[in-house]
């Protein structure tokens, strides 16, 4: 996910407590209504000041980026089971349950695997003129432009298919 107050930085989605955590004893705070255990500042990063969020079973749920000038400048950002909500912030992005492979036609499916185009952005390359415009986490990052909507199938990494809301960021990407 991507930091707001340094675009430069992207986040990894990491459920496990960071190491500068292990042997903390985490303060219980309040983040966007939700009750939290944050963890100390994490000192990977120098322009913002960045401390992971635990539930309380110690799984990384989410951060809080600081303004290193200014810490009552914040932002939260929260760990979503889809990585396009993640990306997004953004509630309302459901798994339909399938994979790309059970939308496409037996012999597309046997070109993939005969081909080596078994990854997500494999079958966004391959589809690329195709039927589909196949939107990938790693094509959100990258800020790909989408030409057509009525074309769009979203998959994760694991090629399962999300259909985002109808208001969502993924629409009005650059």
Partial sequence: MQSRLDPSIIYEVNRSVAPHDYELEAESW???????FRG?????????????????????IGLAEH????HSTFFVSWFYECPFATWF???????????????????VYEYCM?????????VRKLCARGAWEIVTPMSVRQGGLIRD???VVCIDDDCVIYVPPATSKVWTQP
């Fill in 40 to 60: 100390s500042r994490d000192p990977t990063f120098s322009s913002v000041d960045v401390y992971w969020l635990y539930n309380d079973d110690s799984e990384r």
């Fill in 89 to 107: 912030q953004e509630d309302g992005w459901v798994s339909t349950d399938e994979t790309i492979w059970t939308r496409m036609p037996t012999h």
């Fill in 114 to 122: 005969e081909y080596g185009f078994t990854s997500a952005e494999g």
């Fill in 67 to 70: 303004d290193p000038r200014d």
């Fill in 149 to 151: 909507v009525s074309k």
């Fill in 30 to 36: 309040t983040y966007d209504g939700r009750d939290v």
